[in-house]
Nanobody
Framework: QVQLVESGGGLVQPGGSLTLSCVAS????????MAWYRQAPGKELELVAR???????NYADTVKGRFTISRDNYKNAVYLQMNSLKPEDTAVYYC?????????WGQGTQVTVSS
């Protein structure tokens, strides 16, 4: 059974920074894509950023230049460094992994940006 566990959410003031972490565990032989999604209250789930096995990355326009996604293949981990946070970044952030042909989700971690 593959599991994804996120950590690092919390409350931060506008302009602040947070780093989210996600570690995949279980019988893992290969991970093609790891990504972060978010869902704000009353809004649809949206892709924030993703990183493929070769290192290529994609970002939502709303976070380009502020967020950085990275992965550690030895640890089966993915990270999201979030800088210059805005109130509109407030959401539950979910880790997603395309692992051996199946998609897995973490339980989500709340990020709240407020003064």
């Amino acid at each position: 059974q593959v599991q994804l566990v996120e950590s690092g959410g919390g409350l931060v003031q506008p302009g602040g920074s947070l780093t989210l972490s996600c570690v995949a565990s279980g019988r893992i032989f290969s991970i093609y894509v790891m990504a972060w999604y978010r869902q704000a209250p009353g809004k649809e789930l949206e892709l924030v950023a993703r990183v493929i096995n070769g290192g290529g990355t994609n970002y939502a326009d709303t976070v380009k230049g502020r967020f950085t996604i990275s992965r550690d293949n030895y640890k089966n981990a993915v990270y999201l460094q979030m800088n210059s946070l805005k109130p509109e970044d407030t959401a539950v952030y979910y880790c997603n992994g395309n692992i051996q042909g199946r998609r897995y989700w973490g339980q989500g971690t709340q990020v709240t940006v407020s003064s």
